[in-house]
């Protein structure tokens, strides 16, 4: 059996090759990584997975290696997903989304594989948006209404995801995952920068003071091994052209995720606000209903935030202290 994950180098990516390998060793794993990208994440799976050079851009590529693969699942992880990247650069997000996630179709479509390929389509709950405090723990029924081009974008991804199913039976699952973190999370997002950022401190690179955007958002945070766990079971489990959250349930001011990293550092902290990480209009509160997930899948999140959080320092702490 031949799973296929694209974006593989990437922060989820890198979790699912893991815990496929450790779970599921029968199964093959392809990955598709653009030629520039780093391979941090990847390093210790170099000799157990296939990889290609593969922009989720280019259809030639994308069309000329899913045929040769002929995948039995397919993990569409690859994305522009930082949301502030994508107000500086939105053609460059919506381009790279929605083509990406059309010639994955495409491809699937041309070579007839809709019968026995599932795809499984990161979208997310930024999808959300705009949400009135009663409408919160949110459901898959409630409107969408988008506040970023990359949210836009998200939106379209799913949708398709939607319409490829109903067009042309191609088993499209579509994840809406809320917040994630973890060891392995870009230095943008912000419990990896924050935890950064306590590490730099604690090893004196950089002055007691944690720099912060946003401090009033509300946000839904899962460890990304329950996360990959789930993508798993989604592919496994799910009902083709349907959405379910992948959420926990449980919302955290940004506020208090900072309070608890200062709490678990080893020195004083102060925090500064810093008007360039403010956006022009942010997502006040995600909070998300995973019953209709659970109750197709039986998954629920495992580990617990602080845990979660407490890992991603240890991974700063580690990372720094050796220089890389
Ligand atoms: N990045 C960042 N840096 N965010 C900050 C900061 C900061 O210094 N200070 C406050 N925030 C606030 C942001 O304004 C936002 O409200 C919240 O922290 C989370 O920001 P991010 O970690 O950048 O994530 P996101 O919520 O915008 O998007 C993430 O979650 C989505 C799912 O809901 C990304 O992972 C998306 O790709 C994903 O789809």
Redesign the pocket.
Known sequence: MKALITGITGFAGSHLADHILKHYPEWKIYGFKRWRSRDENIIHLMDKVELHDVDVKDFTAVNRFIEEIKPDRIFHLA?Q????TSWKAPMETLNTNIAGQVNIFEAIRQHNLQDGTVVQIAC???EYGMVHPDEVPIKETNPLRPLSP?AVS?VTQDYLGYQYHQSYGIKAIRTR????TGPRRGE????S??CKQVALIEAKIQPPVI?????E?K?DFTDVRDVVRAYWLAAEKCEPGEVYNIASNKAYR?QDVVDMLIKMASIKIDIEQ?PE???PS??MI?LGDYSKFNQRTGWKPEIPFEKTLEDTLNYWRKKIAANL
């Open positions: 994305a997903s930082f949301v502030p997310s709950s930024e990359y998200k995952t809320f917040n994630h943008v997002f912000v419990t920068n924050f720099k912060v955007g946003n401090l958002a946000r940004i810093d990480r403010m956006r942010d997502v995600l």
